[in-house]
């Protein structure tokens, strides 16, 4: 456990940057560093926290703010089935405590690793995960200190902040040139759907399905 | 703060470990269909796109040339921290000129 822990030291502190920047955010989301913290320990999913964060600062409802959260969090339905023979050898507390402190980051490394070394394992991961959310708790809830500390956060373009943020999110899911037409589909539809008066959450969820189907359209070859 | 903030976040907890045990029980079984898969593969990606496309659909231009400057630092860097500099640095001059 303790190697994992240690390993990951790098990866964490590049998780804690924008743990940072989340927290400042959130700040301004009117979420106190208490809220931010707890946040972070009992949900901990950085894209789904931003997403969720972001969604209720614009449209102020907690339907839409989690369902766009709980969307981004449907890829933990393959990462954790992806886990199960990693897993097996901790106990069920354990287990419990793995499962839920594991990230894109820690699950992807402890992989590489075990290529390297079999003996890498659940208690790699379970070490890698405890360090990352140590790192993301204590950023974020720092971020929330110091954004609330700040007067007019605007000034320093805060209110692109999280579309940013989103932009990078894509960049790092981006999975080769079969997702640009579902990814133009969805873009266009979701800016219609906005233009057109719908409620955001509907507009999220609309211009996302249509990318989906898109997807099997265009790349019937993948199925 | 108010009880929704506290609201959504037993929301999200709740999603979270649910996916997670979902995934964990039945997950394998559900990734050996063809259609679930590819579903879980493509989706998050789409959704990422509709949160861009929603923030900037009543966009001014600054947000659009602030999110073009996020696109080539996100490809060029693939770092998330950078991306949000120069969008947030680009919206900020942009906004004065545009």
């Given at each position: 456990m303790r190697r994992g822990a240690i390993a990951i030291l790098p990866l964490a502190l590049?998780?804690?940057?924008?743990?940072?920047?989340?927290?400042?955010?959130?700040?301004?989301?009117?979420f106190s560093p208490l809220a931010i913290g707890t946040m972070g320990v009992v949900v901990f999913a950085g894209s789904s926290q931003i997403a969720a964060v972001d969604q209720f600062l614009t449209t102020g409802t907690v339907i839409?703010?989690?369902?766009?959260?709980?969307?981004?969090?449907?890829?933990?339905?393959?990462?954790?089935?992806?886990?199960?023979?990693?897993l097996k050898e901790l106990s069920w507390p354990a287990r419990l405590v793995a499962l839920q402190y594991a990230t894109d980051e820690n699950f992807g490394f402890t992989l590489a690793e075990r290529?390297?070394?079999?003996?890498?394992?659940?208690?790699?991961?379970?070490?890698s995960g405890l360090t990352i959310m140590a790192f993301w708790v204590t950023s974020t809830v720092a971020g929330a200190i110091i954004g609330q500390t700040i007067p007019d956060l605007d000034?320093?373009?805060?209110?692109?902040?999280?579309?940013?943020?989103?932009?990078?999110?894509?960049?790092?899911?981006?999975?080769?040139?079969?997702?640009?037409?579902?990814?133009?589909?969805?873009?266009?539809?979701?800016?219609?759907?906005?233009?057109?008066?719908?409620?955001?959450?509907?507009?999220?969820?609309?211009?996302?399905?249509?990318?989906v189907a898109t997807d099997f359209l265009v790349n019937r070859d993948d199925s | 703060m108010t009880a929704d903030h506290w609201l959504l976040i037993a929301v999200l907890c709740a999603s979270t470990i649910g996916l997670r045990a979902v995934g964990y029980i039945a997950g394998a079984a559900m990734m050996e269909r063809p259609l679930f898969r590819r579903i879980l593969q493509v989706f998050p990606g789409c959704l990422v796109t509709a949160?861009?496309?929603?923030?900037?659909?009543?966009?001014?231009?600054?947000?659009?040339a602030a999110a073009l400057a996020s696109l080539a630092t996100a490809i060029v860097t693939r770092n998330i921290v950078a991306t949000?500099?120069?969008?947030?640095?680009?919206?900020?001059?942009?906004?004065?000129?545009?």
């Open positions: 590049g998780v804690a940057t924008y743990g940072f920047a989340f927290g400042v955010l959130a700040a301004e989301a009117a839409g703010a989690a369902l766009a959260g709980a969307a981004l969090n449907l890829r933990y339905i393959g990462i954790a089935a992806s886990m199960t023979p990693i290529a390297k070394d079999p003996s890498v394992g659940g208690r790699f991961l379970l070490g000034r320093f373009g805060i209110g692109f902040a999280f579309t940013a943020a989103f932009i990078a999110m894509a960049r790092a899911m981006w999975p080769g040139r079969r997702a640009l037409i579902p990814w133009i589909v969805t873009f266009v539809i979701t800016v219609a759907l906005v233009k057109l008066g719908l409620p955001t959450a509907a507009a999220l969820i609309i211009g996302a399905v249509s990318g | 949160l861009v496309a929603s923030a900037l659909a009543n966009g001014t231009p600054a947000a659009y949000m500099a120069a969008g947030m640095a680009i919206f900020v001059a942009a906004s004065s000129f545009l």
